[in-house]
């Protein structure tokens, strides 16, 4: 081997490695799930759990699941790289209190659908901020199709997809403000105009809406898709879900 070819061997080994925890070993991801929440959002969540546990055990990632939201804790969370929240988030104090440290710390976070929803109710300020500073404020009914435009096909979570889809149905959310307003929010998806009015019974009437986005202050992506049983029906968009988990893996 040459000195080059040496060089660089260590440097791909280097980078092997997560950045995230700064540690060796397996990439660990924890993915949490209600079973008490809409039919909809279970059935999403058991398909997805399937999905993940399939994709990473093709990468030797360790990959566990959990209904216990007091998981969310200190002890549970260490040496964790990725937490994923399939369509519900934390009540609890001490659970959200758990989340922010690790995530302040440099965790990594994957939500889907109902994991961002906020509203007056939620009295969680830290996690409005950490979504990039906006609040849901409507959706679509009954669930639909939509075109789906990537505003960036270069970034890695994206760089599979043509410049334009159809989503498999979902109920998508509008959010206020749009997240985009917040410079550190980076948009990955964005509802095409042409899907105006979306909806029957609930319409999203038009404006900006974002259904992919990172807030670069942290190790995170959203991904509003999230509602039933035909999510993961659309093989660019599943590419997607696996490029956006290895994206925060930083195994690129
Ligand atoms: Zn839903």
Known sequence: MTRGGLLATLAAGLLALPASSGQAGPVRVLAFWSTN????????????????????????FRFESTTRWDDLNARRLEGVTVVLWLNDFPHQASQREAFEHYMEKGGGWMGFHVAAYNDSGTHWPWFVNFLGGTVFYGNNWPPLPAWLRVDDASHPVTRHLPRR??????EWYSWRPSPR???????LLTLEPSNFPLGLKDTIAGGDVP??????????????????????????????????????TRRH
């Not at 059935?43 to 993940?52: H, I």
């Not at 889809?165 to 979902?170: A, C, I, V």
């Not at 942290?218 to 590419?239: A, P, S």
Request: net charge negative; no cysteine; glycine share 6%.
């Open 37 to 60: 929440v809409e039919g909809d959002h279970v059935e999403f969540a058991r398909e997805a759990l399937e999905f993940y546990g399939r994709f990473a055990a093709a990468h030797q």
């Open 181 to 187: 307003d917040n410079p550190e929010v980076k948009v």
């Open 211 to 248: 259904v992919v986005w990172t807030n670069t202050k942290y190790r995170m992506i959203y991904l509003n898709m999230g509602h039933g049983d035909k999510i993961l029906t659309n093989g660019l968009q599943n590419r997607m879900f696996e490029d956006a988990l290895l994206w925060l």
């Open 165 to 170: 889809f159809l989503s498999p149905d979902n």
